[in-house]
């Protein structure tokens, strides 16, 4: 039985040795352009760089990362889905990419379906911060103080359709609360009308919060997440805050890669092996949680499930908030 069992884990190996050799060597060694819809240094490109770094050393292949930020990751996402299916292109496609942008605009110049599914990367779940000036100490607090003046209380986001907005929009929905948003051009230009007061609360990823929430100029009141956050461990989830129509709430971005439409399924199969990998190293995933975010891995057949699921649950969303960019 010893044997046996040694005989199939070596078969695994190398099984995963020769996907990964695969995809190192189809292409002659060309370097793989790795498209980031984002600008550089924001978290989606921090983490793009991180699984492209290491992407690099398994394949044995360049891996470069090329940001084309813009129009919500539509021009990103535009350029990957005209990009020849060589196998030389890949797309870090987040939810908004794949999961919020078909109902929010009422057209797109790419077919997210069309993409190619490689595999997840990363879930980015919410802290709800609050000013130290508001009177909530906890997210029932903050219910209640909704709840008490309809209307009058407001939340910032990233822009019009982010996943912070319809976060938000989300809880708005299963509380029974009428929070109002007022949208900004990306997230930093929100956190400083947090910080100063403009603004009382925001949905807003981790990684930028986190020195303010332990500076003490801001107040996290509870994560979107599943499961409580390493970064934050006193911090309920909002299921944990108990209260009433939140007891399967959950609100997480993610990032996933895909490639473009047409690629041979045996590409990107290798490429999945490639990444599972580089995401299974524990320098790797230290690194995610210094950024606030966790490791999530998925075949491509897993992944293409998700976004599908993911689709219609964020189409329900963006339909109750009435948000459209067009």
């Known amino acids: 039985m010893k044997l046996l069992s040694f005989a199939i884990k070596a078969l695994g190996v190398l099984t995963l040795s020769g996907a990964v050799a695969g995809a190192a060597h189809a292409q002659g060694g060309k370097p793989i352009t790795l498209i980031v819809p984002y600008t550089a240094g924001g978290a989606t490109d921090i983490l793009g760089r991180i699984v492209a770094q290491h992407l690099s050393d398994v394949l044995a292949r360049p891996v470069v990362v090329d940001n084309r930020p813009g129009g919500g990751t539509i021009i990103g996402a535009q350029l990957a889905a005209r990009a020849a299916s060589d196998g030389n292109t890949l797309l870090m496609a987040t939810s908004t990419t794949l999961a919020i942008n078909p109902t929010l605009y009422k057209s797109l110049p790419y077919e997210p379906a069309n993409f190619v599914p490689v595999g997840l990367v990363a879930a980015v779940p919410l802290v709800v911060v609050v000013n130290p000036a508001v009177n909530a100490k906890s997210l029932a607090e903050l219910v209640a ?119 041979p399924q045996a590409v990107a199969k290798a490429y999945n092996a490639a990444l599972v990998k580089v995401l299974s190293m ?27 699921t993911e689709g219609a649950r964020w189409a329900k969303v963006v339909k109750a908030s009435g948000a459209t960019i067009d």
């Not at 524990?282 to 499930?305: I, K, M, Y």
């Open 145 to 263: 103080l909704a709840k008490a003046s309809p209307g009058s209380l407001t939340f910032g986001s990233a822009g019009n359709g982010s996943p912070q907005h319809l976060s938000a929009e989300m809880f708005n929905t299963a509380t029974g609360i009428s929070m109002v948003h007022v949208p900004y051009k990306g997230t930093a230009a929100a956190l400083n009308d947090l910080l100063g007061g403009q603004i009382p609360l925001m949905f807003a990823d981790l990684a930028p919060v986190l020195p303010h929430i332990r500076a003490g100029k801001l107040r996290a009141l509870a994560v979107t997440s599943e499961s409580r956050l390493p970064n934050l461990p006193d911090t309920p989830t909002v299921r944990e805050s108990k209260v009433p129509g939140t007891a399967d709430f959950e609100a997480v971005a993610w990032q996933s890669i895909v490639a473009p439409p047409g690629t």
């Open 282 to 308: 524990p320098a790797v995933r230290d690194r995610f949680v210094e950024q606030g975010v966790s490791v999530r891995t998925s075949s491509p057949e897993q992944l293409g499930s998700y976004i599908r």
